[in-house]
């Protein structure tokens, strides 16, 4: 059981480039998300997908795109990278029961350098 | 809007020993819940613990523990018989009840190290 997976783990661009984060939950989560962690910061949320076909946004979606591919699959887009995109990207997907509301599952994370 | 604080950056503690991590909050919600997650070196977030606002009694998870003191608007950390794994950076988090239910608000985390 893989959990959440997300590639690449790593990966450097210029500024302008562009590039997408993948994203996949073996689950059967309902609820997909995708935050970033800055140095000296907690998480914010970017955007997320409450159900297969619904996307909405985070606090910081700003220069970012989302797709909601498939139950499994929540991808995270950089039309156009910028320094202040560098980051730390984290996937997470939920259930949406009683009990759990909140309990997140994350994947290992993906550093993004934007030069 | 929510905030989240956690006004100790780095604590240490040796290994056996109990320590207490803090974090308070604002909100003019009633009903919301409460969170600890940890995120070892490796990275990967784990959740700690979890409480709801609306549940007078404190969670706890084996030797951890909570400490909610909801007028006070606090939810401190407590370890016991810390263990060397137990370094990490744990974050403070808020849900709203009614909100999205991933939408977390999360603190700047504190850096715990456990020390032999």
């Known amino acids: 059981n893989a959990g959440v997976t997300q590639t690449p783990k790593f990966q450097v661009l210029k500024t302008g480039q562009s590039m997408t984060l993948q994203c996949a939950q073996d689950m059967n989560h309902n609820s997909m998300y995708w935050y970033r962690q800055d140095p000296g910061m907690g998480l914010r949320l970017i955007y997320y997908s409450a159900s297969e076909g619904t996307t909405d946004k985070g606090e910081v979606p700003n220069g970012y795109n989302v797709s909601r591919l498939n139950k499994r699959e929540f991808s995270l887009r950089l039309e156009s990278a910028a320094p202040s995109q560098t980051s730390v990207y984290f996937c997470?997907?939920?259930?949406?029961?009683?009990?759990?509301?909140?309990?997140?599952?994350f994947g290992a994370g993906s550093r993004l350098t934007v030069l | 809007a929510q905030t989240v604080t956690q006004s100790q950056p780095e604590m240490s503690v040796q290994e056996a020993e109990t320590v207490t991590l803090s974090c308070t909050y604002d909100t003019s919600e009633n009903n919301y819940y409460l969170f600890w997650y940890k995120q070892p070196p490796s990275r990967q977030m784990i959740l700690v613990i979890r409480?709801?606002?609306?549940?007078?009694q404190n969670a706890t998870e084996n030797r951890f523990s909570v400490n909610f003191q909801k007028a006070a608007k606090s939810f401190s950390l407590k370890i016991s018989d810390s263990q060397l794994g137990d370094t990490a950076m744990y974050f403070c988090?808020?849900?709203?009840?009614?909100?999205?239910?991933?939408?977390?608000?999360f603190g700047k985390g504190t850096k715990l190290s456990v020390k032999p």
């Open positions: 988090a808020f849900m709203k009840h009614g909100g999205s239910q991933g939408n977390l608000i």
């Open positions: 997470a997907s939920s259930e949406a029961r009683a009990g759990l509301r909140g309990v997140l599952t």
């Open positions: 409480q709801e606002a609306y549940k007078q």
